[in-house]
C-alpha cells in the first residue's frame, strides 16, 4: 500500500512564506497526477497544484504566481513552496497520489492525513 505523510503545516503572517512536503512509501507503478489539495472550514476540497504527466503543471488561479510545486524521486517527496501567504490561504492541505500501484496493477489515489495552514495576523 502506499502512504503518504505531510508535514511543515503551521501559523503565519499574511506575506509570510511556508514550505510543505509529501513522503510517499509503497511502491509506484505509474503516476498520472500528484499534488497538493486545500479544503478549508465550510468548503469543498479544490486543486492547489498539481503535477500531470509529461511533468505539467496545473494551478489554482488564486495561488499563481505565489505557490511552486516540486518533486524529488529519488527521495519520493513533492512539496509546495507558499509565498506571499494570504489569509484565505488558512485551509487544511492534502497531498495527493493518483496512478497506478506496481504488481497488482490496480488504481491507485492516495492521499495524506493533511496538514493545517493558518495564515494570520
Known amino acids: 500500500q502506499v502512504q503518504l505523510v505531510e508535514s511543515g503545516g503551521g501559523l503565519v503572517q499574511p506575506g509570510g512564506s511556508l514550505r510543505l512536503s509529501c513522503v510517499a512509501s509503497g511502491s509506484i507503478f505509474s503516476i498520472y497526477r500528484m499534488g497538493w489539495y486545500r479544503q478549508a472550514p465550510g468548503k469543498q476540497r479544490e486543486l492547489v497544484g498539481t503535477?500531470?504527466?509529461?511533468?505539467?503543471?496545473n494551478y489554482a488561479d488564486s495561488v499563481k504566481g505565489r505557490f511552486t510545486i516540486s518533486r524529488d524521486n529519488a527521495k519520493n517527496t513533492v512539496s509546495l513552496q507558499m509565498n506571499d501567504l494570504k489569509p484565505e490561504d488558512t485551509a487544511v492541505y492534502y497531498c495527493n497520489v493518483f496512478g497506478v500501484v506496481s504488481g497488482s496493477m490496480s488504481r491507485l489515489d492516495a492521499w495524506g492525513q493533511g496538514t493545517l495552514v493558518t495564515v494570520s495576523s
Open positions: 503535477f500531470t504527466t509529461g511533468n505539467r503543471t
